[in-house]
């Protein structure tokens, strides 16, 4: 079945570093693919989203691409906030619109 | 415009009881889907629902049972609760099942507590 491998956390960062969180995916044809992000106790907010590949999805200062040779969608920002600090989650979807969530990464910016 | 709700935003109850959650789509959105997410988690996907029929189901027990309104609202029942239903459950609204051109909007969550 469809599945979503994201990279470990929890990433602490310094403001202003590059950050980087790998996403790696397992489906057949050409899944959506998105970025969630969850701050302290609420809901998922869409981050991205990508609908085939090569696209690239972009929003707030955060990119990523859809690779389909390397089944990645790996999520990058140049230069990083404290208010970016949160749990982010790689997710796909296929057909019916069913989400697979990858496990999250917590990231914590320090000033 | 308002964005996906739900309610209540917590809920404690004890083991064997039966508990329902509520949520109300965004505006001019006709699906609703659930999810379980346990504490540390990802999201787990519990059913999907779409003119008011149950369109696509996750693997949870039959304990999980939903409903969807004629204005797209839906319940989530659960019944007989064990300790491990305690998690929290979002909702997320779409429109246009099935295209890839269409996003889940997700809700705040109710936090569900079994003791």
């Known amino acids: 079945g469809n599945s979503v491998t994201q990279m470990e956390g929890p990433v602490t960062l310094s403001e202003e570093a590059f950050l980087t969180i790998n996403c790696t995916y397992t489906a057949t044809g050409y899944p959506s693919l998105f970025w969630y992000v969850q701050y302290p106790g609420e809901g998922l907010q869409l981050l991205l989203k990508?609908?085939?590949?090569?696209d690239k999805g972009s929003n707030k200062g955060f990119e990523a691409t859809y690779r389909k040779e390397t089944t990645s969608f790996h999520l990058e920002k140049g230069s990083v906030q404290v208010s970016d600090s949160a749990v982010y989650f790689c997710a796909l979807s296929q057909g019916a619109q069913k989400l697979v969530f990858g496990q999250g990464t917590r990231l914590t910016i320090n000033p | 415009d308002a964005g996906v709700t739900q309610s209540p935003t917590h809920l404690i109850k004890t083991r064997g009881q039966q508990v329902t959650l509520r949520c109300s789509p965004k505006s001019g959105h006709d699906t609703v889907s659930w999810y379980q997410q346990a504490l540390g988690q990802g999201p787990q996907f519990i059913f999907q629902y779409y003119e008011e029929e149950e369109r696509q189901r996750g693997n949870f027990p039959d304990r999980f049972s939903g409903h969807q309104f004629p204005n797209y609202s839906s319940e989530l029942n659960v019944n007989a609760l064990l300790l491990g239903d305690s998690a929290l459950y979002l909702c997320?609204?779409?429109?246009?099942?099935?295209?890839?051109?269409?996003?889940?909007?997700f809700g705040p969550g109710t936090r569900l507590t079994v003791l």
């Open positions: 990508a609908t085939k590949a090569d």
């Open positions: 997320a609204s779409s429109f246009i099942p099935g295209s890839k051109a269409d996003t889940q909007y």
